[in-house]
């Protein structure tokens, strides 16, 4: 059962913990949010896909958003008891370093879980869902998503010019060029072009009126010109029910099968985010222990600091792991034990325990 004084640890982090993830979240999803609405304007995603984009996205950024959230809340809630003296009043009623953590853990290890469910399946589900909505917005899209005044370059290859955009699917002033299937170069000049719907679900004609086609090899004065009233040009949409191969995309459970070391590295990093959020916990209390004198955020300088050594260590690890620089078996794993070990010390530097082990030699 919770005491008193473990409630009132455990409701000071908790709601810590939630305004500081709620603005880190925030930031991140407005960010986002501007990018999306980017695409939308240029049309290269649909409107009705905006708002699942970002919950999607808000998902994968929570793997990262949570454990610093928790690192920072623990720190700046426990830095107000230094600061407010109420943390030097528990120690001298010998609350130690076991009366702190016990409240603690009724916050880490859920969140550590919830994280770690999130990196290990809802993330790369999430990661699938948003190559799908881009994949459907490229067959979707039509020549309304090009700028007008600027060269726009197809997934083909195909490099389209229009000077203006006159209406859905309609442009002014075409220019197009196009590899041909024999190696050489066709290049189309056309008054107006628009978008025509085919028979075939999966094929599209960019229609051009009134132009001119050069088709030939380059280098060579072996060229071919023929002016049109009308052109009709196929292109084939994407496939959207085509597997997503990307590592980040696959399964944890496809990535315990392979020996690859790219996915190893990912298996691995997607095993070390309940780590990080645990060891973060952990190492969170020792760095925050100030003087009274110095203040809430005296503290959470160094503490960032921590995190962000801890965080790139974490990816350079990876780095070295997918090109076997680092053994897998080492993995991501010396890292956590680095920064594990760091809060082991520290924690028994600041409880004396290094005196009474000295003491005990010379005794």
């Known amino acids: 059962m919770f005491r008193i004084l473990d409630r009132y640890i455990f409701r000071e982090v908790a709601q ?42 808000g998902l994968q950024y929570l793997t990262l958003v949570v454990p610093i959230g928790l690192f920072l809340a623990i720190m700046l809630a426990l830095g107000r008891l230094y600061q407010d003296s109420e943390m030097p009043a528990m120690m001298a009623c010998r609350v130690g370093p076991r009366g702190i953590y016990r409240p603690l853990l009724w916050l880490i290890l859920p969140l550590a879980l919830g994280v770690g469910w999130l990196a290990m399946d ?48 309609a442009v002014e002033n075409v220019f197009l060029q196009r590899q041909t299937e024999s190696g050489g170069v066709e290049v189309v000049i056309a008054e107006r072009g628009e978008q025509v719907e085919s028979e075939d679900a999966d094929t599209r004609f960019f229609v051009l009126y009134n132009g001119r086609r ?8 072996d060229f071919r010109v ?31 099968k392979s020996r690859s070391s790219d996915k ?17 916990g952990i190492l969170a209390v020792p760095l925050s222990r100030s003087q009274p004198r110095q203040g809430r955020y005296a503290r959470l300088a160094v503490g960032l600091l921590v995190f962000i050594i801890y965080f790139n260590l974490l990816s350079a690890g ?34 004396g325990i290094h005196r009474r082990i000295f003491s005990f030699r010379r005794s």
């Open 264 to 280: 190893v590295a990912e298996l691995q990093w997607r095993i070390s985010v309940p780590l990080t959020t645990l060891i973060l």
């Open 226 to 256: 023929m002016e049109f009233a009308e052109h009709g040009i196929p292109y084939r949409l994407p496939n959207i029910s085509e597997p997503d191969e990307r590592t980040r995309a696959m399964s944890t459970r496809d990535l315990m």
């Open 16 to 57: 810590t913990w939630l305004a500081v993830t709620g603005v880190l979240l925030a930031i991140l999803l407005t960010n986002q949010f501007a990018h999306v609405l980017g695409e939308v304007a240029k049309g290269s995603l649909p409107k009705d896909a905006v708002f699942k984009l970002i919950a999607l996205t």
């Open 318 to 351: 990876k780095a070295w792991v997918e090109q076997e620089t680092v053994p897998t078996a080492v993995g991501l794993w010396w890292v956590h034990g680095l920064m594990l070990g760091l809060a082991l010390v520290l924690l028994a530097y600041q409880n």
């Open 214 to 221: 050069y088709e030939g090899l380059p280098g060579t004065t």
């Open 122 to 169: 809802i993330g790369p589900k999430a990661l699938t869902a948003v190559d799908r909505i881009g994949a459907a917005a490229q067959r979707q899209a039509d020549l309304a998503s090009i700028e007008p005044g600027r060269f726009t370059a197809g997934s083909d290859g195909t490099v389209i010019y229009a000077e203006r955009v006159i209406g859905p699917g």
